[in-house]
């Protein structure tokens, strides 16, 4: 009889872990903002929990918005605004907010045939207080990446024509908007394209990206002081072909971890994962192959302990899986796992991490019939698969585009949804 309880006992046991692993859905909104085709791409949370959301629509006038969104920690509008560059269309990329609430939004507007870097920033009740465009070489600059230091200092990266290629952009802004410098960066005069930025606790920025040299593609990550400095940049060639870096993630030692893929050599992708100390020396070099087809990675974390945490997805005979991999500080493989939805092309956007080590990815899964749903996985430090949902917006294709998590774990996802009639509707997800 006593075995009996204690079998009973650790069988309730188990239970109370998955219901407290296990995360519930508490709201949902979606945003349409003239009936046509709206979508978010970028999400910030404050301290208090209110989500920021950045993206676009179709303002009706054959011309597109920036559209910035601020709900409440439970759900309500607190209030939306849109912002029209020229009259033209406008994208926003990506979106930071401070510890006083403010947010920032880095996008692109497209002016006489010509597309500028925008950068604007909202008070906490969603007062415009500054906006800046910027033209490299009157030519189009594309934005990419925003970052901030605790100063309130705006770190964004982009690219821009100088010329007949592409450039690098890097600029920094002051809290109030003054331009305090800006700087392009050119591989071997070909076309260079920036992918990611980040900004250490010493207000020096790195960019990760890549550069054509020749017929063929090289990593770029380079390091700026807080003056705007370049105190080292590095190329990385895996195997005289094409590679390239979409994501940096430091360390509080002022390391960089970068991912992103290149030519195997035998006519695939493999995903690489490189890590530099803050002199810019190469610590170490990962490749993974998943099923010896094309592998790609975009997305990289880094807990306190430094070890990092790579999000991509990778191709079996016939479909892509999503991918999460995990190496400690020196580069050894710690785990691995892939993640299929219903057997057809699954992908993922965004990873975020909490202070105990779990992993919390964004993206979406083919759920057949020409649908795809929105995916959300949240996975334990030791890579077991805690919880996974599924959100279908109106039976159509759905994305999840971004995530980010609140002081209390609570779960926030942005991207869009097909509303029917050949029109997106902007989504807004928290779990809890």
């Known amino acids: 009889m006593k075995n009996k309880y204690i079998i009973l006992g650790v069988f309730l046991l188990l239970i109370g872990i998955n219901l407290i692993n296990a995360e519930e859905l508490l709201w949902n909104n979606s945003y349409d903002y003239a009936s046509g085709t709206d979508q978010a791409y970028s999400i910030a949370v404050d301290k208090f929990g209110n989500s920021y959301v950045a993206g676009y629509g179709d303002d009706g006038n054959y011309s597109w918005d920036i559209l910035v969104l601020k709900y409440d920690t439970d759900g309500n509008l607190l209030w939306n605004n849109s912002y029209d560059y020229a009259s033209d269309f406008d994208f926003a990329e990506d979106i930071a907010v401070d510890k006083f609430g403010n947010s920032y939004i880095l996008g692109y507007g497209v002016k006489d045939y010509d597309s500028d870097l925008l950068i604007i920033k909202y008070d906490t009740d969603g007062n415009l207080l500054w906006n800046n465009s910027y033209d490299y070489a009157l030519s189009s600059d594309y934005s990419k990446a925003i970052a901030l230091d605790k100063l309130g200092n705006v770190y964004v990266t982009g690219y821009g024509a100088g010329g007949t290629y592409w450039d690098m952009l890097i600029l920094k802004y002051d809290t109030d908007g003054n331009l305090l410098w800006n700087n392009s960066y050119d591989y071997d005069h070909d076309a260079d394209y920036p992918e990611a930025i980040a900004v250490d606790k010493f207000g020096n920025s790195y960019v990760a990206g890549y550069g054509v040299t020749g017929y063929m593609c090289d990593i770029l990550v380079l390091k700026y002081d807080t003056d705007g400095n370049l105190l080292w940049n590095n190329s990385y060639d895996c195997a005289s072909s094409n590679e390239g870096a979409f994501s940096i993630a430091l360390d509080k030692f002022g390391n960089a971890y970068v991912t992103g893929y290149g030519d195997a050599g035998d006519y695939s992708w493999d995903i690489l994962t490189l890590k530099y100390d803050?002199?810019?020396?190469?610590?170490?070099?990962?490749?993974?192959?998943?099923?010896?087809?094309?592998?790609?990675?975009?997305?990289?974390?880094?807990?306190?302990?430094?070890?990092?945490?790579?999000?991509?997805?990778?191709?079996?005979?016939?479909?892509?899986?999503?991918?999460?991999?995990?190496?400690?500080?020196?580069?050894?493989?710690?785990?691995?796992?892939?993640?299929?939805?219903?057997?057809?092309d699954d992908s993922a956007f965004s990873i975020a991490l909490d202070k105990f080590g779990n992993v919390y990815i964004a993206g979406y899964g083919d759920a057949g019939d020409y649908s795809q749903d929105m995916l959300i996985l949240k996975y334990d430090t030791g890579g077991n698969l805690l919880w996974n949902d599924s959100y279908d917006y109106a039976s159509g294709g759905d994305i999840a585009y971004a995530i980010a998590l609140d002081k209390f774990r609570s779960v926030y996802v942005t991207g869009y949804g097909d509303a029917g009639d050949y029109s997106w509707d902007i989504l807004i997800l928290k779990y809890g």
């Open 278 to 344: 803050k002199d810019g020396n190469l610590l170490w070099n990962n490749s993974y192959d998943y099923a010896s087809n094309d592998d790609y990675a975009g997305y990289i974390a880094v807990d306190k302990f430094g070890n990092s945490y790579i999000l991509g997805y990778g191709y079996g005979e016939y479909t892509s899986d999503i991918l999460i991999i995990k190496y400690d500080k020196d580069g050894n493989l710690l785990w691995n796992n892939s993640y299929d939805y219903a057997s057809n």
